[in-house]
């Protein structure tokens, strides 16, 4: 016989399907909407349901957005010729932080993962030859990860930008701000050293 | 608490909690194991470039009393697997590997010789440019390894030798070549001779493949039949097999160098491979 889930039994079991949540902070946090002032659960509950309902993914870079096309790609200021490749949406937001970044974006939607069983086919990468072949693309920055995931994506899609006469770079690689040299990994120091450049340049 | 230090190969990683990373290694004194890296996430110091797939580790495992999971205590980097990422080909070939490891294998079974083997395959591949003969070939010596091997040379049924015979059925069903007593009707003829190479090249070291002169053609009717042969008895799809077709079509397994590839050229081994490790392979 099934048997039915108590509302905190749902609000927790739905909880545990959020990435990073386990059972005891489900629970936690059920609990804790039980019993937090009115407007928090139901403004929680309202933002989940219009986050659904009033976002829409760009149809030029595929950032999620409230608007198609994204205020990003309708930003006149921006260097509209430079393209920033990343791998998800979170890594746009991230550039944006950064402020020095005034060109565009391309939000591949992942990388290639044999071992989870995506390849090419899986990354959005026919809009991106179709915005180069276009001839409204000077330079595509590669911005994926520096992981092998992030590095066989990059190579892949330099790959396919092979016979477009376009600039491709790839993000600069070496020590974190506020590292050790001592606890970094040879792979970064020598990196490091590859990319290193005059100083004050 | 015991503790283990070993070599490890590092299969897969997930994120953890907020700041901890779930590792799957395969390890030279354990076989497979899944291990928490505490702080992997956060700090900058704990695990340093250590816990990418494709690389080799020396580890420092401690097995708490009661704990669903091992914790990996320390992590030192003995090889990176950073060339395999400037191939899409050994990217495809190695990840296959790592998934054979990773979903055929059970965990904490010890086979020592699978580690010394596996890690010989991938520092082999990093000075490498990938075929689809590389790629064909690592499938079933690993399979070969883990208990899978077909029969190739003598009737899978009856034991009779095939080799002499111009064509022989292929029955995946009854494990490999059959003679035509043995055979089922719909199992596909192939040449024996090409069984009879590919019995050869499993005990021919991966850098010696061109040795073994299989055409380009018979490697794809290869491909077919081993496809077949690993759905059936390892009862699973790999998701890097899927991975390894799309990129044959693109011409990645072609044996040419790609853009950046920066590795040695074929039968150069990287600087700092294990002295030793890809004689196995």
């Not at chain 2, 030279?28 to 797939?53: C, D, M, Y």
């Not at chain 2, 001779?193 to 061109?210: D, K």
Request: charged fraction near 25%; proline fraction near 6%.
């Amino acid at each position: 016989m099934t048997q039915l889930l108590t509302p905190i039994e749902r609000v927790v079991s739905a909880l545990r399907r959020l990435p990073g949540i386990g059972e005891k902070t489900a629970t936690r946090l059920a609990y804790f909407l039980l019993a937090a002032p009115d407007p928090v659960a139901s403004d929680l509950a309202e933002a989940i349901v219009r986050l659904r309902s009033d976002v829409v993914i760009c149809e030029r870079c595929f950032t999620p957005s409230e608007r198609s096309p994204c205020p990003i790609c309708t930003d006149e200021n921006r260097q509209g010729r430079q393209v920033c490749v990343v791998e998800e949406p979170a890594d746009l937001a991230s550039i944006e932080r950064a402020g020095n970044f005034q060109g565009l974006y391309h939000v591949l939607g992942g990388t290639l993962s044999p071992l989870d069983g995506i390849g090419p086919d899986a990354l959005r990468i026919g809009p991106l030859l179709q915005r180069v072949r276009a001839g409204e693309v000077d330079e595509v920055i590669l911005a994926t990860n520096p992981n092998p995931e992030g590095e066989a994506t990059a190579l892949f899609v330099a790959d396919q930008l092979r016979d477009c006469e376009v600039l491709v770079t790839r993000i600069g690689f070496g020590m974190p701000l506020g590292g050790d040299l001592e606890y970094v990994d040879r792979v970064t120091v020598r990196r490091s050293l590859e990319n290193r450049r005059a100083f004050g340049a | 608490m015991p503790e283990y230090r070993t070599a490890a190969l590092v299969l897969r990683t997930f994120d953890h909690g907020e700041s901890d990373r779930l590792v799957h290694l395969y390890t030279e004194k354990l076989g497979r194991v899944s291990a928490i890296a505490k702080g992997a996430r956060r700090s900058q110091r704990r695990f340093p470039g250590t816990l990418e797939i494709f690389s080799k580790l020396e580890v420092q495992i401690v097995d708490p009393p009661r704990a669903q999971l091992m914790r990996l205590e320390g992590a030192v980097l003995v090889e990176p697997g950073e060339p395999l990422v400037q191939h899409l080909g050994r990217f495809a070939i190695a990840s296959q590997l790592l998934e054979m490891l990773d979903r055929l294998t059970g965990e904490r079974e010890a086979n020592p010789e699978l580690f010394h083997f596996s890690a010989g395959v991938l520092t082999v591949l990093c000075a490498e440019r990938p075929d689809r003969l590389l790629a064909l070939l690592v499938q079933l010596k690993t399979l070969a390894r883990l208990g899978y091997r077909p029969q190739l040379v003598a009737c899978a049924g009856c034991g009779q030798p095939v080799s002499g015979r111009d064509r022989v059925a292929f029955d995946v069903a009854h494990g490999g070549a059959t003679c035509p007593d043995c055979a089922s009707g719909e199992a596909p003829r192939v040449p024996a001779s090409l069984l009879a190479r590919l019995e050869v090249g499993i005990r021919t070291p991966l850098r010696q493949r061109g040795e073994l002169g299989i055409p380009d053609r018979a490697v794809r009717q290869a491909e077919r039949l081993f496809s077949r042969f690993v759905l059936f008895h390892v009862g699973l799809e790999l998701r890097t097999a899927d991975f390894l077709s799309q990129i044959r079509d693109l011409e990645c397994l072609d044996g040419k160098r790609a853009r950046g590839d920066t590795a040695p050229a074929s039968g150069a081994a990287p600087a700092g491979a294990a002295a030793g490790s890809a004689g196995r392979a």
